[in-house]
């Protein structure tokens, strides 16, 4: 729970930017070793899955729909290192910003 005015700060998996890279036929986006999966799309969906850790595929106006729909007030994107809360710590944990979306959201 979040008291009032209180700010979440989430990094989900990007199917934007997976979609992107799949488009663009980038394999070098992909983290996925070869020894795992071999093919572009194969290299997408388990990168967007993280190996079945990930459930659910993110947006950014799906997950803002989703936070707005829980009750918050206002909810943003940010870049990996960088809040627009007034907790400057907030971004200690960022990390993976290649295939991450970062979306902070008022209580």
């Given amino acids: 729970m979040l008291k009032p005015g209180g700010a979440l700060r989430l990094s989900l998996p990007d199917a934007e930017k997976a ?16 020894d795992d999966v071999r093919s572009l799309g194969g290299k997408m ?9 990930s459930r659910s595929m993110f947006t950014f106006d799906f997950i803002e729909e989703l936070l707005y729909g829980a009750g918050f007030v ?14 400057p710590e907030i971004v200690e944990l960022d990390d993976r910003e290649r295939e991450s979306l970062f979306v902070e959201a008022v209580k």
């Fill in 19 to 34: 979609i992107r890279a799949y488009l663009d036929r980038d394999a070098d986006y992909f983290l996925v070793p070869d």
């Fill in 45 to 53: 969906i388990v990168q967007l899955t993280w190996y079945g850790y």
């Fill in 74 to 87: 206002r909810v943003e994107r940010c870049a990996c290192g960088e809040t627009k809360s007034r907790h």
